[in-house]
Nanobody
Framework: QVQLVESGGGLVQAGGSLRLSCAASGRTFRTYTMGWFRQAPGKEREFVAAIYWRGGITNYADSVKGRFIISRDNAKNTVYLQMNSLKPEDTAVYYC????????????????WGQGTQVTVSS
């Protein structure tokens, strides 16, 4: 059974940094695109970042480009989201996601989701 478990959320002041982790189990995601999404109160879930399994190719939402960095450690079956220069509008529950199939490109359909980790940025 595939499980994605996020950690690293918390309360931080504007301008601060947090590093989220997503530990995957149940299969190796070495050849899978991995993604981060977020959902703020009263808003729909939105894409944040994704990382292709090959070559470290990444994709970011415009709202986080230049501030967030997605990375992965395939040996640990873990993906990270380094969040810098945080803003109050980054406040949301952050979710890790993975597709069911491998090598689906940088914009796959995501089938597996973690339970989320809360990030709150105070002004």
């Amino acid at each position: 059974q595939v499980q994605l478990v996020e950690s690293g959320g918390g309360l931080v002041q504007a301008g601060g940094s947090l590093r989220l982790s997503c530990a995957a189990s149940g299969r190796t995601f070495r050849t899978y695109t991995m993604g981060w999404f977020r959902q703020a109160p009263g808003k729909e879930r939105e894409f944040v970042a994704a990382i292709y399994w090959r070559g470290g190719i990444t994709n970011y939402a415009d709202s986080v480009k230049g501030r967030f960095i997605i990375s992965r450690d395939n040996a640990k079956n873990t993906v990270y989201l380094q969040m810098n220069s945080l803003k109050p509008e980054d406040t949301a529950v952050y979710y890790c996601a993975a597709p069911r199939s491998s090598d689906t490109g940088l914009n796959p359909k995501y089938d597996y989701w973690g339970q989320g980790t809360q990030v709150t940025v105070s002004s």
